[in-house]
């Protein structure tokens, strides 16, 4: 069972415009969600992040929404540079002791100029 | 600083034949992981250590085994491969002393088993 899902493969936009990535989770005791960026031939990147005890960070152009209620997440872009063309990754972490990340399919994200 | 390193970064094996992927970082790292990514399968964690001398199953253990030779390195085994082991190889680490849980990646090994 699946239970961090990104159920879009892809997006594309026009450079400037936001970009809105989504992911959903089933587990209830993830505490604490991060996004990853990955170029092709590379390994992940790590991208911004999130504990459960707040809604939103930010960083740069990058912004993390949390609602905790739906089990919902989002990384909002703005503006989408033709550079953040890449697959991303939603992660998410139990609970407790472990540093165990579990990981979303990604999302492909293309910025077109 | 180099980070996180793998070796090789290809591989052509056969059916049945065996290899070592290794992976080393820099960083003090207590915890190291393996993983595997296949298309349309997202990032899937084979095996985990937290610290020297420790390693854990993750979700796709079958078919591998790991060492975690010292603190620096953590290295995967295939005994006898199989071509649903065809796949890229990234090791991670990260440092469980600070709040972010952020893992750090290796650049991947692209593993074909024929």
């Known amino acids: 069972d699946q239970q961090v899902k990104q159920n879009s493969p892809s997006l594309s936009v026009q450079e400037g415009r936001i970009s809105i990535l989504n992911c959903d989770y089933t587990?209830?005791?993830?505490?604490?969600f991060l996004w990853y960026k990955k170029y092709p031939a590379e390994g992940p990147t790590f991208l911004i992040s999130?504990?459960?005890?707040?809604d939103k960070n930010e960083d740069g152009r990058f912004t993390v929404f949390l609602n905790k209620s739906a089990k919902h997440l989002s990384l909002h872009i703005v503006p989408s540079q033709p550079g953040d063309s890449a697959v991303y990754f939603c992660?998410?972490?139990?609970?407790?002791?472990?540093?165990?990340?579990?990981f979303g399919k990604g999302m492909k994200l293309t910025v077109n100029p | 600083n180099a980070g996180v390193t793998q070796t090789p970064k290809f591989q052509v094996l056969k059916t049945g034949q065996s290899m070592t992927l290794q992976c080393a970082q820099d960083?003090?790292?207590?915890?190291m992981y393996w993983y595997r990514q296949d298309p349309g399968m997202g990032l899937r964690l084979i095996y985990y250590?937290?610290?020297?001398?420790?390693?854990d199953k993750g979700e796709v253990p079958n078919g591998y085994n790991v060492s975690r030779l010292n603190k620096r390195e953590f290295s995967l085994r295939l005994e006898s491969a199989a071509p649903s082991q065809t796949s890229v190889y990234f090791c991670?680490?990260?440092?469980?002393?600070?709040?972010?849980?952020?893992?750090?990646f290796g650049p991947g090994t692209r593993l074909t088993v024929t």
């Open positions: 992660a998410a972490k139990t609970q407790g002791g472990s540093e165990k990340l579990v």
């Open positions: 991670a680490s990260s440092d469980r002393d600070r709040y972010s849980y952020e893992q750090y």
């Open positions: 960083m003090n790292h207590n915890s």
């Open positions: 999130i504990s459960s005890i707040k």
């Open positions: 250590s937290a610290s020297e001398g420790t390693t």
């Open positions: 587990n209830s005791m993830f505490d604490y």
